[in-house]
C-alpha cells in the first residue's frame, strides 16, 4: 500500500465531506457522501489485493470495452434524463453515471494498444485506431448530451497518445482535426445551454441574471475568502443558495470561500502528493501497461482538477466537471477508487527499477 498517498487523500476527503455539510436542516448531501466514500474505500482495499496481470490480455481488454459501450448506449434508452442531459441509471435510492466508468475503460484500452506499439507511434496508423476507440466512447457521451465527460475522454486520449510518443507533424494534424470537430460539434451537436455556457466564458459580464450567473457567483465566492476565510458552515454565497450546485460542479469556490488562501494552499499540495505518488508508481511499474494505465488515469485526474478548477475561477467554461475526491457525487467517487484500486494492485508486483531503465525500455532503447 502506498500509505503516502492515502495519507494525502485524507485532506480532500475531508474537505469535500465538511464543505457539504449544512450544519442546519437537512444533512442530504453530507451524509450520502459518507455512504459513497466509505463504499469507495471498501472497494479499493479490495482491489488493492489483486493481481491485474490478467489485464494484458486482449480478451480481458475487450470485455472492459465492450461494457463500457454497452452502457453507454443502454443509457439513451432507460437512462434518466436531468437538466436536459441523459446521463444516469436511476434505481430509486441511488442513481448511477457510467460515463465515468467509460473514462477508466478507455485507459485500459489506450494502455493496452500503447503498450505494444510505443515504439511504432511515429507511423499516423495508430493513431488514428487509437483514437477511434476514444471516439466512439465520445460519440455516445455527446449524445447525451455530456460536453464535460467528452472533454475528458479526449484528454485521455490526447494525453496518452502525447506520453506514448508522437511527431510534432502529427501533433498538429491532431490539434486542426480537434478544431475541425470542434466547429462540427457547435453546429450540429451542442444543445444551446452549451452553447450559451460557452458564450458566457468569452463574455462574462454579457448575462449575468442568465447563463453567466453560476460563473460569477463562483467568482464572487473564490474572491470573498481571502487570505483565511469566512470559517467553516460561513460560506455567505454557498449556504444562503446564491452560488447553486455548490456540492458539485462548484464545490471549489464554496471551499475557497470558507477555507481562504491557505486552505486552498493546502488542497492544491494534498492533491499534488496524490499525483506525485500515481507518477512515482508509473515509473516502478513492472511493464509498459502498467505504466501507460497509471500514467492514463493520472492524465484524468489532473483533467478533472484542472477544469473544475478553471470554470470556478472564471477561467474556463463551466462544463459540469466534479473536482476530484472533493465533489459530491457516488459514481465519480466510486471511478476514482477503483483506479486507484487498480493502480495498488499493480504496485503488488511491481520492480524497483532505475528510472533510467524505466526510459530506455518505455523507449524501445
Not at 489485464?55 to 436536459?84: E, H
Not at 453515471?97 to 477508466?104: E, F
Not at 469566512?230 to 446564491?242: A, E
Request: net charge positive; with cysteine; glycine share 10%.
Amino acid at each position: 500500500m502506498d500509505w503516502a498517498l492515502v495519507a494525502a487523500l485524507c485532506p480532500l476527503l475531508i474537505a469535500g465531506t465538511l464543505t457539504m455539510q449544512s450544519f442546519v436542516g437537512t444533512q442530504a448531501f453530507f451524509e450520502r457522501q459518507i455512504i459513497w466514500v466509505t463504499l469507495s474505500v471498501a472497494v479499493f482495499l479490495f482491489l488493492s489485493r489483486m493481481d491485474f496481470r490478467f489485464l494484458r490480455k486482449s480478451g480481458a481488454v475487450v470485455a472492459v470495452y465492450g461494457v463500457a459501450i454497452t452502457l453507454l448506449s443502454l443509457l439513451l434508452v432507460f437512462g434518466k434524463t436531468v437538466k436536459g442531459a441523459t446521463s444516469w441509471f436511476d434505481f430509486g435510492g441511488f442513481s448511477f453515471q457510467p460515463s465515468d466508468l467509460a473514462k477508466l475503460a478507455l485507459i485500459i484500452v489506450l494502455a493496452k494498444y500503447f503498450s505494444k506499439r510505443h515504439v511504432e507511434i511515429a507511423n499516423i496508423r495508430h493513431i488514428v485506431v487509437s483514437g477511434l476507440y476514444a471516439l466512439i466512447l465520445f460519440f455516445l457521451v455527446m449524445l447525451q448530451p455530456d460536453l464535460g465527460s467528452g472533454i475528458i475522454i479526449f484528454l485521455i486520449w490526447f494525453g496518452m497518445v502525447l506520453v506514448s510518443g508522437i511527431s510534432k507533424k502529427h501533433l498538429a494534424a491532431v490539434i486542426i482535426l480537434g478544431a475541425t470537430t470542434f466547429a462540427l460539434l457547435w453546429s450540429f451537436v451542442f444543445a444551446d445551454y452549451q452553447k450559451a455556457r460557452i458564450k458566457t466564458f468569452l463574455n462574462p459580464l454579457a448575462d449575468v441574471r442568465g447563463a453567466g450567473y453560476n460563473a460569477r457567483q463562483s467568482v464572487v465566492a473564490v474572491g470573498s475568502g481571502e487570505i483565511f476565510g469566512k470559517g467553516i458552515g460561513y460560506g455567505t454565497q454557498s449556504r444562503l443558495n446564491f452560488l447553486p450546485e455548490y456540492q458539485t460542479d462548484f464545490i471549489f469556490a464554496a471551499y475557497a470561500e470558507e477555507w481562504g488562501f491557505i486552505g486552498v494552499l493546502i488542497l492544491f499540495g494534498a492533491f499534488g502528493i496524490v499525483v506525485f505518488r500515481i507518477l512515482h508508481n508509473a515509473m516502478n511499474a513492472e511493464t509498459n501497461f502498467e505504466t501507460l494505465f497509471a500514467l492514463g488515469f493520472c492524465i484524468m485526474i489532473i483533467s478533472h482538477f484542472a477544469i473544475n478548477v478553471g470554470m470556478n475561477i472564471g477561467l474556463l467554461p463551466v462544463t459540469g466537471i466534479p473536482l476530484p475526491f472533493v465533489s459530491y457525487g457516488g459514481s465519480h467517487m466510486l471511478t476514482l477508487f477503483i483506479g486507484l484500486g487498480i493502480l495498488m494492485g499493480m504496485r503488488r508486483y511491481r520492480r524497483a527499477a532505475h528510472r533510467d531503465s524505466m526510459k530506455n525500455e518505455f523507449l524501445g532503447i
